[in-house]
């Protein structure tokens, strides 16, 4: 247990009238009091990462605040969305941002990564700061796989925004082959993204083409097997990171392998209570008890070392390190735009976006 010598930790929600239209509405009718019911506000990265982490946290006995607005003094905690570009640390003030799938922060003297494989863990000339990863907390209020569906394999779903859904998986002809193996589809809307209660297995993939997504989490993952569900996954490094056996998920790199994944789990019962079984075990190690332990140790083991050094270093190194934080993330902004103008495959992808279905 921390003791009332060390720094206050805050976890920092911005004012009413900083926040998007649609959050402020969720805000206004109340925050929810813990992270283990549902809440539509969870599935925007926001509430999932500060909210939830300070609810965690609190619950577990954990020294912490939620606040509305900066504080002068302390470490200050917060999700990208939810750090101004324009806000700088004072002398006494340690900022950690949740960087998530967003771009990193000029100032900010700490990050947290989402995907254990984002190129911020990989020091280069430029890099200033530390990045740490933890991972994602799993879907609060979670509703699993009913346990009366037994053995059937009928309803294939995708939980999340369309947007980030592979175009192929959009037209109506997808459907029409899941309908002609005995599958239905549904893409789930985003006030049922915790009931899994009459799903059989998800797929999910942002594209076939191989794009560059270690901004991503491996949340998808951690929900089927919470939910007790088999995953299809497309090729990405936060579930290839997690991934122990072919029983964790089974990865596609092309529709057709999805049709054939899918054919592979309907007509193979055993595969199917492997993988559920398997994803039971695995479950434990992402349940939201371990996610907690590991914030606790970064901050006690991280964070407040940090926030005593920057504390008690120079003036003129503060701003020294605040110069090269600043410098870095305009090399990082114009090398991401320059990566992905040399991609094809980026071009591709971006180009099915627009399409008409």
Not at 118 to 135: E, I, R
Not at 147 to 171: M, S, V
Not at 208 to 225: G, H
């Amino acid at each position: 247990m921390l003791n009332s010598t060390l720094p206050p930790i805050y976890f920092y929600l911005p004012p009413d009238d900083l926040l998007e239209s649609k959050l402020a509405h969720l805000v206004a009718n109340g925050l929810p009091e813990n992270a283990d019911t549902y809440w539509k506000g969870f599935s925007y990265g926001l509430f999932c990462w500060n909210l939830q982490t300070y609810l965690r946290l609190k619950a577990d006995g954990f020294p912490c605040q939620l606040v509305r607005t900066i504080p002068e003094e302390g470490i200050i905690i917060s999700h990208r969305e939810g750090f101004p570009n324009h806000l700088k640390p004072g002398r006494k003030l340690l900022m950690v941002c949740i960087k998530a799938d967003r771009p990193r922060h000029p100032y900010a003297q700490l990050h947290i990564i989402q995907n254990p494989q984002n190129n911020m863990l990989k020091k280069s000339m430029m890099t200033v700061g530390d990045a740490y990863y933890l991972p994602h907390w799993p879907q609060p209020g979670l509703i699993p796989r009913n346990p009366a569906r037994r053995d059937r394999f009928e309803n294939i779903a995708f939980f999340g925004n369309q947007y980030n859904l592979a175009p192929e998986l959009k037209y109506p002809s997808w459907k029409e082959k899941l309908n002609a193996l005995g599958l239905s589809w549904r893409v789930v809307k985003r006030d049922k993204w915790n009931d899994y209660s009459e799903t059989d297995a998800i797929v999910a993939m942002r594209s076939f083409s191989q794009l560059d997504v270690t901004l991503k989490p491996a949340t998808k993952l951690y929900n089927a097997w919470s939910a007790g569900v088999i995953a299809i996954l497309g090729c990405e490094s936060a579930y290839r990171a997690e991934r122990k056996s072919e029983l964790d998920y089974l990865e596609v790199n092309s529709l057709n392998e999805v049709i054939l994944s899918l054919k592979r789990l309907r007509d193979d019962k055993g595969l199917r209570q492997a993988m559920i079984e398997n994803g039971r075990v695995r479950a434990e190690e992402v349940k939201p008890a371990s996610t907690s332990a590991k914030w606790r140790s970064f901050i006690e083991e991280i964070a407040i070392p940090a926030y005593k050094r920057w504390c008690t270093t120079s003036d003129w190194n503060r701003q020294n390190f605040l110069m090269r934080n600043y410098l870095a993330h305009k090399v990082d902004k114009v090398s991401k735009i320059t990566k992905e103008l040399r991609n094809p495959n980026f071009i591709l992808y971006k180009s099915k976006e627009i399409l008409p279905k």
